[in-house]
């Protein structure tokens, strides 16, 4: 089984400032890595597949990057909407599909 | 694309209980299915994925032999059955579209196993 490790725990930001939220692989995915957005009492998000490809609707100011074992979600500039906790999981030998600890971002 | 959940609500260890998903705004046979939960206080832990078909059937090591994935593609449905339930099994339910990145969730239905 792969394990993802998300660091770090919990990241405080201003808004307005860039949050880097970092995962790593315990064996190479490869490409094969998404992120989720998720807010308490709601649905997860899809943001990010194959690393750095955008789901649909979502807004520019959110990228990802890496390959391997080592990857990272860059939010630009955080918006309010944005504080949340981020999940990162592949899919590159499943089953099963893992998912790193994630990442609460919070206001600062 | 919408997926609703059902079925939760507070059993005893040991008990059981069936959650259901119902899909709408796509074809739901064409769709593999997968179920995800989160346990309070915890992250998001893959349960089980069935194919559209529903030949094809994948479980986490936590819940093999005790819980059951299926569906009804005639009536746009998806299922999981929870068998010999523990306290660690308390979670929120989703079921979520397609086969390896998440695109559709549902809102989730709470499971509390509890005496």
């Known amino acids: 089984e792969i394990v993802m490790t998300q660091t770090p725990a919990t990241l405080s930001v201003s808004p307005g400032e860039r949050a880097t939220l970092s995962c790593r692989a315990s064996q190479s995915v490869k490409s094969n890595l998404a992120w989720y957005q998720h807010k308490p009492g709601r649905a997860p998000r899809l943001l990010m597949y194959g690393v750095s490809l955008r789901a649909s609707g979502i807004p520019a100011r959110f990228s990802g990057n890496g390959s391997g074992t080592d990857f990272t979600l860059t939010i630009s500039s955080l918006q309010s909407e944005d504080f949340a906790v981020y999940y990162c999981?592949?899919?590159?030998?499943?089953?099963?599909?893992?998912f790193g600890g994630g990442t609460k971002v919070d206001i600062k | 694309v919408q997926l609703v959940e059902s079925g939760g609500g507070k059993v005893q260890p040991g008990g059981s209980l069936r959650l259901s998903c119902e899909a709408s705004g796509f074809t739901f046979e064409n769709y593999e299915m997968n179920w995800v939960r989160q346990a309070p206080g915890k992250g998001l832990e893959w349960v089980s994925y069935?194919?559209?078909?529903?030949?094809?059937?994948y479980y986490a090591d936590s819940v093999r032999g005790r819980f059951t994935i299926s569906r009804d593609n005639a009536k746009n449905s998806l299922f999981l059955q929870l068998s010999s339930l523990r306290a660690e099994d308390t979670a929120v339910y989703y079921c979520?579209?397609?086969?390896?990145?998440?695109?559709?969730w549902g809102q989730g239905t709470l499971v509390t196993v509890s005496s």
């Open positions: 979520a579209r397609d086969f390896d990145t998440l695109e559709y």
């Open positions: 069935i194919s559209g078909s529903g030949n094809t059937r």
């Open positions: 999981q592949q899919y590159d030998d499943w089953p099963p599909l893992t």
